[in-house]
């Protein structure tokens, strides 16, 4: 079945030059360390935690978000942090290319590959890894520090391997990101 | 025979590696309502509503309604396309071979050659909790380590003023009282499991699974193999002093022991040979008292004339029969570990059957018992067609790689089908109009026919196929990146009025219209907004294009036309309730190879047709698609 058009408020949206399309109804704390590559959209009500960056003067960027990526309403982008000798402090993440974030779901990992499928209500422990092309189930638990290989699905609580992906996934979760984007309409 | 439960829309690809049903009559097979019903085997028609054609016997199609189905179709990105057969490959029908080994936890890669030593598993840091199946991470008992050098500072202050040999002396023995330190141990970071538990305490922070070697020779299955090793061995050098006029075992259960076992030395070869003789001329003898493993004893005789006692064993005893193994270790009958379960005060103590699983040596019922494993490794994998071993998928060594060296898949090679308006219900006995959209992933213009088979089994529908044949543009890279570059209007349509819309009066069309709007739900709360995909409010719509556009759904069938996709208007009449109303759809695709250009010139060479035109070719392929359009409910 098509994607059917998903209209918005064109109120709500704030459409950037390189195509981002940003709710106004959604947090977003330290926007100069968050770094957005295009034609991402932010549902209502996503929090992203740019001001939780790394400790010390300057300009860091605590998230890097990349291309056709989607943020599903109510989503939480956090940074990781953990505490190395004696010392607490965030890290950066990063997320790739044609990445889904479901909706209610909380990422507090280290790196998103690209072409990755993030369904509703997951949440991703602190430092976690995943790979290009993976895809995880709603209602996953991804614990912290795992390591999520590419091709692989994962599920349950905590999140385990449960199947593999075909070799197209690549195309497969482009496609259905750009359908996306280009679906995603003002009224 | 069980049938589908009510599942989502979908499309699905049928492989013919499976055989299709039976043939069905000739008679049968004829399209309704004038649809062309073109089979791979004929000429690609010219005329869309002339020709009918049956479809070949052998591609009657399966009956949609029951569960088989669902087997012997797959959605199109499970499947792959041989472009040497020109046919589409399922995983059923290709050959895997490991490419490389990785472990998924610490993706590192794997020599073929270790694998096995490693039994498959990672024989690095990782494993995994016994509990929750999360992986563990190593952990440094702080405390432990300061208490310790605390210790060693103070024992160097005690024996400060000695000589220095004494010194290293006294200190060696203390370590050596108090044994090394071993502060790091495992611990799941998600359910708080730790090794310290089971005693697993560690001198170093890398290579555990050489540290828990020695663990894991300490349990009891591992102790029972060394154990029955040793008997054997003892048994073999006997009877290699005796030369070979060996005492006859029963044998029986002993090559099973000794296969399963694995005990690979030479001699062992020699005595699973000359047992496996004595099997083949059926003349095994019976079995002789039993262990507590349940196993006889082999008879370990590294000559061929060992086949001959065997076959003879009452002549041949010149030597006292073997000692009968006696196991170290028995596995508590079931009464014990009832009793055992019995005085359990709560049941978080016992494992679950898949925690069971995940213990090959000592699957306990308790979970005390059980003992982090080892990461079971992962594998990439290489794919060949099984008729013509053309290798389809060929991905690159490196684990963490995502690219492909080779990746023949049916979606860049077959249309991608889509379903785009459907009714959320359909009614019996009411003709609903539904948009499949055909997407070319070529880099030609494609010729698409349908045909829809009359008879088949379970069937609960009548199709009509408003544009039986259609082209589809060519795929285009330049497209990706210019969405409203569409040309909505048909270049096919404009230029012509055909003989078709002579025979449509304005009634009929309105009727159809008035059919289409009470009926095409779009189920996603937008209302029947009749306007095509890229243009959902667009304001040049002026009524009179409009009714254009109407017009030539209903004449050309053809919904709407854009880049390399095409979709098109078929309709479905019911004929009795069903959960899920499942059509069959014969796709066959034809397009034209330029012999001509470099890239083409292999493919030029694979089978096909002489077209009209002797420069060009034409490739045709057909393939079976299902069609899940949903509920079909009693018009009441």
């Known amino acids: 079945m098509e994607l059917p058009t998903i209209p918005y408020n064109s109120s709500e949206y704030i459409e950037t030059d390189t ?8 947090v977003i704390c330290g926007g100069q360390n968050i770094i957005l590559a295009g034609k991402t959209i932010i549902q209502t009500g996503c929090v992203i935690r740019g001001d939780l960056r790394r400790a010390g003067a300057g300009h860091a960027v605590a998230i890097a978000i990349g291309r056709y990526c989607l943020l599903g309403q109510k989503s939480v982008i956090r940074p990781p942090h953990k505490t190395l000798k004696g010392v607490f402090g965030y890290f950066p993440m990063k997320i790739g290319d044609n990445v889904m974030i479901g909706e209610n779901s909380i990422v507090e990992a280290a790196s998103i590959g690209s072409f990755v499928q993030i369904g509703k209500n997951c949440i991703i422990g602190r430092f976690a ?8 189930e709603d209602n996953t638990i991804i614990a912290p520090n795992i390591i999520v290989p590419s091709f692989s699905v994962y599920s349950g609580n905590p999140g385990t391997f449960s199947g593999e992906l075909p070799e197209c996934t690549q195309e497969m979760y482009e496609a259905r990101s750009k359908e996306f984007y280009t679906k995603f309409t003002p009224q | ?11 699905q690809y049928h492989c013919p590696c499976v055989p299709l049903q039976k043939p069905l009559p000739a008679d049968d097979a004829e399209a309704p309502h004038g649809d062309s019903s073109d089979c791979p085997d004929n000429s690609s028609t010219q005329d869309e509503r002339d020709e009918v054609t049956d479809p070949t016997p052998a591609q009657a199609p399966l009956d949609p309604q029951s569960m088989a189905l669902l087997h012997h179709t797959h959605p199109l ?14 995983g059923r029908c290709v050959f895997d071979e490991i490419t490389s080994y990785f472990c998924p936890n610490c993706l590192f890669e794997v020599p073929s050659a270790s694998v096995k030593a490693e039994k498959n598993r990672c024989a690095r840091n990782c494993f995994e909790c016994p509990t929750c199946f999360h992986s563990l991470s190593v952990v440094e008992d702080q405390a432990l380590i300061t208490k310790a050098k605390a210790a060693q500072e103070s024992s160097s202050h005690d024996d400060h003023g000695d000589d220095s040999a004494s010194l290293s002396s006294a200190s060696s023995t203390k370590a050596a009282a108090k044994g090394p330190i071993k502060p790091y141990y495992l611990q799941c970071s998600f359910c708080r499991w730790n090794s310290r538990e089971i005693g697993w305490t560690f001198e170093k922070s890398t290579g555990l699974a050489g540290q828990t070697q020695a663990f894991e020779s300490a349990q009891q299955p591992a102790k029972e193999f060394d154990h029955l090793r040793q008997h054997f061995e003892a048994l073999m050098r006997a009877n290699s002093h005796a030369n070979a006029t060996a005492a006859v075992g029963p044998g029986g259960v002993g090559t099973g022991l000794t296969l399963g076992l694995g005990l690979g030395s030479s001699p062992h070869a020699s005595i699973l040979s000359s047992l496996r003789q004595s099997f083949a001329l059926g003349k095994a003898t019976p079995g002789s008292p039993r262990t507590a493993v349940g196993g006889g004893l082999a008879s370990p005789s590294p000559s061929l004339r060992s086949v001959g006692s065997l076959l003879s064993p009452s002549k041949d005893h010149t030597n006292d029969p073997p000692e009968p193994y006696q196991a170290l270790h028995t596995v508590p009958d079931d009464p014990a570990i009832v009793s055992q379960l019995m005085t359990l005060e709560s049941s978080d103590a016992v494992s679950c059957s898949s925690q069971r699983q995940r213990q090959p040596q000592t699957p306990s019922y308790l979970l005390a018992q059980h003992l982090p494993q080892r990461v079971g490794l992962r594998s990439k994998r290489a794919k060949r067609c099984r008729e013509c ?6 991905p690159e060594q490196k684990a963490q790689a995502t690219r492909f060296k080779i990746k023949l898949v049916a979606m860049n090679f077959i249309p991608t089908i889509t379903i785009v308006r459907n009714p959320t219900v359909y009614k019996v006995g009411r003709t609903h109009p539904f948009v499949l959209r055909f997407t070319n992933p070529q880099y030609r213009e494609t010729r698409i026919t349908l045909a829809v088979p009359v008879a088949y089994p379970n069937k609960s529908a009548t199709i009509t196929a408003l544009a039986p044949t259609f082209k589809v543009g060519a795929y285009n890279d330049i497209w990706e990146y210019d969405p409203d570059a569409s040309a909505d209007e048909d270049p096919e349509d404009l230029g012509r009025s055909g003989p078709a819309d002579e025979g449509i009066g304005d009634d009929d069309f309105d009727d159809w219209l008035a059919q289409i709007d009470t009926t095409l739900d779009y189920g996603y709360g937008c209302g029947p907004q009749l306007v095509p995909k890229y243009h959902p409010a667009r304001a040049d719509v002026t009524p009179d294009k409009q009714r254009r556009r109407y017009r030539r759904w209903l004449t050309r069938g053809v919904y709407e036309r854009h880049a390399n996709e095409t979709a098109v208007i078929l309709e479905a009449t019911p004929g009795q309730p069903v959960d899920n109303l499942i059509v069959p759809l014969l796709v066959t695709f034809s397009y034209h190879l ?3 250009t470099d890239d083409e010139g292999s493919e030029s060479e694979s089978p096909a047709k002489p077209s009209p035109e002797p420069h060009q070719l034409e490739r045709e392929c057909s393939f079976w698609v299902y069609i899940n359009l949903g509920r079909v409910v009693t018009d009441v």
């Not at chain 2, 025979?1 to 499309?11: E, H, I, K, N, Q």
């Open chain 1, 19 to 26: 195509g981002n399309k940003v709710s106004r109804k959604s």
């Open chain 2, 1 to 11: 025979m069980p049938v589908l439960a009510a599942t989502a829309p979908f499309v």
């Open chain 1, 129 to 136: 890894i995943i790979k290009d092309c993976c895809r995880i």
């Open chain 2, 77 to 90: 990105c499970n499947l792959y396309f041989c472009d040497d057969c020109l046919q589409v490959r399922c």
């Open chain 2, 594 to 596: 330029e012999p001509l």
């Open chain 2, 389 to 394: 071993r053309h290798i389809l998928i060929k």
